[in-house]
């Protein structure tokens, strides 16, 4: 599942992982982050008993629910290589939904007026162009039969739009490097038109920005920093639990590695007290306290 999650990061995927049973938080903490999980990954949650009013678990076996792009429940099943369970079948149905997907969500509701136009926005076919039409049409159409649907459209935009300023917000705390290409891409998407001034603004401010320049240095020196830990091996409990290598939440796997560990808690350190203030900080905390 954090494998999934993190192959998944910048798409419009989302992983909740519920944890039914009985157990102290701090050791499912503790378990996850075994397993990768760093406190700012952004597309997944964990929760505790959490479930739908649609669907009943057996009570013993791991189950998951996958969710389409409308929030309406796709599928349910059990999961593993017992009791019945389909293995790791919710993947290929996540992926099969993610295909079916639309970059740009329209809604629901179909467009009557203007299905032409709505279909063009819908496949982003010359998308600027198709923008622009409705940004005129919205000043212009005050008493049209069309006029809701294109407000309707106009609103899908910028919900569009805002999304992948989010996301590049986002994106400064855990992978600087990707803000200006996603940016560059939603502007040349929207070129010449009124909802693509704000990212022209924000484009025009990264160019020339420091606090980015110095953002894609610190989560290189962060990679790093985590691959060197990556290579080292797992304790001997660990490996007969099938992990190979060093797991942030052993304590045993940090006593064999205490040398290692050290040397990276000092280079964390030094990044954090060298670039105070940086998003990407939020990262190299997140890591640092994952060490103990």
């Not at 992983?15 to 982050?33: F, M």
């Not at 040398?259 to 990044?271: E, M």
Request: aromatic share 6%; proline share 4%; glycine share 8%.
């Amino acid at each position: 599942m954090v494998s999934l999650a993190k192959r998944l990061e910048g798409r419009p995927f989302h992983l909740i992982a519920t944890h039914c049973q009985n157990v102290p938080k701090n050791e499912v903490v503790s378990y996850i982050q075994g397993k990768g999980l760093l406190s700012d990954t952004p597309n997944m949650t964990v929760t505790s008993f959490g479930g739908h009013p649609k669907v009943k678990g057996n009570g013993y076996v791991p189950y998951y629910m996958v969710f389409d792009h409308t929030g309406k429940l796709a599928y349910n099943h059990m999961c593993g290589a017992y009791h019945g369970g389909d293995g790791l079948r919710m993947i290929e149905w996540v992926d099969e939904l993610l295909a079916e997907a639309p970059d740009l969500f329209l809604g629901t509701e179909p467009f009557q007026a203007v299905p032409k136009l709505a279909k063009q926005v819908a496949a982003k076919k010359n998308l600027s162009a198709a923008v622009k039409q409705i940004e005129a049409r919205r000043k212009s159409e005050t008493e049209s039969p069309a006029r809701e649907e294109i407000l309707r459209l106009y609103e899908a935009v910028k919900r569009y739009r805002d999304g992948a300023l989010k996301r590049a917000d986002k994106l400064m705390a855990t992978d600087p490097s990707q803000v200006l290409p996603l940016l560059q891409g939603i502007q040349s998407e929207l070129k010449g038109t009124e909802l693509g001034a704000e990212v022209d603004a924000r484009v025009a401010q990264l160019k020339s920005s420091k606090e980015l320049k110095q953002s894609i240095a610190v989560s290189k020196s962060l990679r790093k920093i985590k691959k060197s830990l990556a290579r080292t091996r797992s304790c001997k409990t660990c490996k007969r639990q099938g992990m190979k290598f060093f797991q942030h939440s052993c304590t045993t796997c940090r006593l064999d590695n205490s040398g290692a560990v050290k040397k990276a808690k000092k280079k964390l350190r030094s990044l954090i007290d060298k670039n105070p203030g940086l998003p990407i900080i939020a990262s190299a905390k997140g890591y640092l306290q994952a060490l103990g």
